[in-house]
């Protein structure tokens, strides 16, 4: 997609189709204050009928006399009920809207500074039209979306232009982690997640480090290779390091759990929805994602993405319920349930990170515990951690891009919940009780004092039967994360 800016008072501007917000109960266009009624009289009754109804969407053929041939309509709701997700909500309608049309082009208004920043309108604006029309037809033998271009009508400036450049780094950071994170188990194994990150890596100057099944086992990460040995997938651990900061600034530490498939291994899932157990790679997915948006942006930050990697099956050689092994820590775990495997591989990647990197924090994403679904929902990730300044960091950046989070809380007696009989831990706490925050105290047990924040995002990363429709998340993937951190990390 093709994105363009255009003053907005050129008004003999061209265009397939014109588009302008309004909000509810007003009988304005924002943005097309002054237009000529005497050229569109129906224009009025127009506004009228949409009475600018969230999310509604009404499309007026023009005369002759108009430069656009179509106007369209896009309602915004209430004032009093506008958020920081209004623009980039009702934008994604209006692409989507474009591309039913066919069309090749279609122009946006900016609405006026005094409902919102204009910063922040084209960034929203771009965000929405790029994430909805995304669409995954890779295996479609007819591809069949045609993603048009878009002009945004906004006084033009330097500032501006930075905007919208950095928003579309930004959304193709999402949908690239969509693209990869929607791939069939089949088609996508650690390997391929491996290449994926050199390719990005080649690409943008970053380092790219791949350490693989014999080297694992050799350096001590207990975790990756037991949940890896069930699979002839062979377990990866990816390292990918953005290093634009000062010599001697700590990194950031993004860690990404990547299961390509989760069967359960010998605690074998029910079959119902098991096919969405493709999706349990989307931690790793974001943090791709998130490196390839850095190194594009070209932040004056160090960062450091490690994305443990392997496929959960059930086998002769799989590790089974009883087991103690070794984590890279040097703990050791009793296996209660081989399908707690996210926070066993993620436990050695967090400890190395923490081990090689003395990163000033350390941030994971993961599919982890069906409980945060029963606990928060499929519209709200769980997080967790040892931090309350990174904690509002992170809240802060939430609020602004809209991708939800709510705390929940860790302390001594929930890590006493993980404490095993016969090792210095076990892999899952006691019955369902804290689902969630059980996993996390696996996790907290695998880092000494750094700052940490957890992501169990195992309720948003995909669209599921209760996810709120969203246009820029449209079936499958969503990428979240993506834009959430990368808001973090241009503010630190
Ligand atoms: N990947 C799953 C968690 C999951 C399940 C995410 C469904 C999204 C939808 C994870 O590996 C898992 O299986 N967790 C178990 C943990 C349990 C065995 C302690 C779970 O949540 O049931
Ligand atoms: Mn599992
Ligand atoms: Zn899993």
């Not at 302008?20 to 009025?44: A, R, T, Y």
């Not at 771009?126 to 909805?132: A, Q, R």
């Not at 591989?345 to 350390?362: F, Q, V």
Request: glycine fraction near 8%; aromatic fraction near 6%.
């Amino acid at each position: 997609m093709k994105i363009r800016i255009e003053n907005p008072n050129n008004s003999k501007k061209k265009t397939a189709m014109l588009c302008g917000f309004v909000l509810e109960d007003s009988d304005k266009v924002l943005g097309l204050e002054n237009i000529d009624f005497k050229i569109i009289p129906s224009i009025k009754q127009s506004i009228n009928d949409i009475g600018g109804v969230f999310g509604k969407i009404l499309v007026i053929p023009t005369t002759d006399r108009t430069a656009s041939q179509r106007i369209l309509l896009a309602g915004l709701g209430k004032k009093e009920n506008f958020t920081n997700d209004t623009i980039r909500f009702v934008s994604g309608k209006i692409a989507q809207k474009a591309r039913e049309l066919k069309l090749k082009e279609f122009s946006i208004i900016v609405p006026p500074s005094s409902l919102i920043e204009p910063i922040s309108s084209v960034s929203q604006i771009v965000e929405g039209c790029k994430m909805s029309l995304y669409k995954f037809e890779k295996y479609k033998s007819k591809k069949e979306n045609n993603i048009p271009d878009l002009t945004i009508l906004v006084s033009k400036s330097e500032k501006i232009s930075k905007a919208i450049k950095i928003a579309e780094i930004v959304s193709d950071g999402a949908i690239y982690t969509k693209s990869i994170a929607n791939l069939p188990p089949n088609e996508c194994i650690p390997a391929t997640l491996a290449n994926f990150a050199r390719i990005i890596s080649k690409k943008n100057n970053m380092k790219c480090n791949i350490i693989s099944k014999n080297e694992l086992k050799k350096k001590g990460f207990g975790g990756i290779t037991a949940v890896g040995q069930g699979s002839k997938n062979e377990p990866k651990l990816i390292i990918l390091e953005y290093n634009h900061g000062s010599r001697n600034e700590k990194p950031i530490v993004l860690v990404g759990k990547a299961v390509t498939f989760d069967t359960g291994g010998i605690s074998l899932k029910p079959g119902e929805k098991m096919d969405e157990m493709k999706f349990d790679k989307c931690g790793g997915c974001t943090v791709i994602g998130i490196m390839k948006a850095v190194s594009e942006l070209k932040l004056p930050i160090n960062v450091v993405g490690i994305i443990p990697s392997v496929e959960n099956m059930p086998g002769g050689e799989s590790y089974r319920p009883g087991d103690i092994i070794k984590l890279y820590s040097g703990k050791t775990a009793e296996i209660q349930n081989t399908d707690a495997e996210g926070r066993i591989i993620l436990a050695d990647a967090l400890s190395y990170g923490e081990k090689h990197y003395s990163p000033k924090a350390i941030i994971d994403f993961a599919t982890l515990t069906g409980a945060c679904i029963i606990a928060l929902g499929t519209n709200i990730a769980g997080i967790v951690s040892n931090n309350d300044k990174l904690t509002q960091k992170i809240m802060e950046s939430s609020k602004r891009t809209t991708e939800e989070i709510w705390e929940l809380p860790l302390n001594g007696d929930y890590m006493d919940m993980v404490k095993s009989d016969v090792a210095d831990m076990k892999n899952v706490g006691i019955g369902r009780a804290a689902g969630t925050i059980t996993a996390a105290a696996f996790l907290r047990n695998a880092i000494e004092n750094t700052p940490w924040i957890h992501i169990d995002i195992a309720g948003v990363a995909w669209t599921q039967v209760a996810t709120k429709e969203k246009p820029y998340n449209p079936k499958g993937a969503t990428g979240f994360g993506v834009r959430l951190i990368l808001d973090y990390l241009q503010n630190i």
